[in-house]
């Protein structure tokens, strides 16, 4: 490594994000990286910087912060040459969990990056009709899940990993199957009724929430996660082993893999790495090869 560019997000981690994009880039000075850093004044801004950045040439686009800047970085490295570095200031960090970095050391998250031990990875992309696709890392989400994420969404009040707990109770009292039109690969569209329909191109979701406990980012396909019980009870017993991924044990969820699926549900947003997406209906695939990302070396 000889240059990266540092997209940092001072915001994330409740203030986090900017302390560690500090010690980061210090560090990579210590190591005689040039750095350039690409803070913008909103999304779509820092969006716009990243695309310079790249058609200038880095050797890495580093991310400071946490699942949601990590989304948008995606964007516009899907598909290409240019690997991504992750320092993890999040609140979920759910790729820098899968992907073994250090979440508390934004110094030793810094030395993976100058190591520079690639890994080829694949990628979901998410098509909805008549906009752009949208590239996500981690899972996508409808059902229960997004409707949890819109009501977080909404509230100012409290902060962190509490308010999407609070959340989450809230919405279970408001508890329903949901009418899905299910399109898996090229069979048969599956008209059913569940609570909620996961896609997983790595195992979690939520801060920790290992919704596809199976994914393996690599294999060219999406793990599927359904639920399918409409009892408060059983979805709070249900809801602890989500963090082991024993969930999927019991008989109320129902796994499977795909390469591409149709997903229909009215009323219903799709969330995919904890941003909102959009809408149903979507088209969601597993596209192999789309990123190269950087992890801790092999041995």
């Not at 004044?41 to 790249?54: G, I, P, Q, T």
């Not at 030395?111 to 979901?124: F, M, N, S």
């Not at 290992?210 to 809801?239: E, H, Q, Y």
């Not at 129902?254 to 969330?271: D, F, L, M, Q, S």
Request: one cysteine or more; charged letters at 20%.
């Amino acid at each position: 490594m000889e240059r990266v560019s540092v997209l940092a997000n001072p915001t994330s981690g409740h203030g986090n994000g900017e302390h560690a994009a500090e010690v980061a880039i210090t560090r990579f000075h210590q190591l005689g990286i040039d750095v350039r850093a690409v803070v913008g004044r909103d999304a779509a801004h820092a969006r716009e910087l990243v695309d310079e950045e790249l058609a200038a040439g880095t050797d890495a686009m580093v991310v400071v912060g946490g699942d949601g800047i990590i989304h948008l970085a995606l964007q516009s490295l899907a598909g290409g040459d240019v690997p991504l570095g992750i320092i993890p200031a999040g609140t979920g960090n759910d790729h820098a969990r899968e992907f073994g970095l250090p979440t508390k050391d934004p110094a030793a998250a810094a030395d993976v990056v100058a190591a520079g031990w690639a890994e080829t990875i694949d990628l979901g992309r998410v098509d909805r009709d008549g906009a752009p696709p949208t590239w996500f890392g981690s899972v996508m989400a409808s059902g229960f899940d997004s409707l949890v994420s819109d009501r977080t969404n909404r509230m100012t009040w409290p902060h962190g990993r509490m308010r999407y707990n609070l959340a989450i109770v809230a919405e279970l009292t408001k508890l329903r199957m949901l009418h899905y039109r299910l399109t898996f690969d090229d069979g048969d569209p599956i008209e059913t009724d569940l609570t909620l329909v996961a896609f997983g191109n790595t195992r979690s979701y939520g801060g920790g929430m290992r919704i596809c406990p199976g994914a393996d980012r690599s294999d060219g396909l999406l793990d599927v996660t359904m639920t399918n019980s409409a009892s408060r009870l059983k979805l709070i017993t249900l809801f602890p082993k989500v963090f082991s991924g024993k969930h999927v044990e019991l008989d109320e969820v129902i796994t499977t893999r795909v390469r591409t699926a149709r997903v229909e549900c009215p009323g219903i947003n799709a969330y995919a790495d904890g941003e909102l997406i959009g809408p149903l209906p979507v088209t969601v695939s597993a596209v192999p090869g789309a990123l190269r990302v950087i992890l801790p070396p092999v041995g």
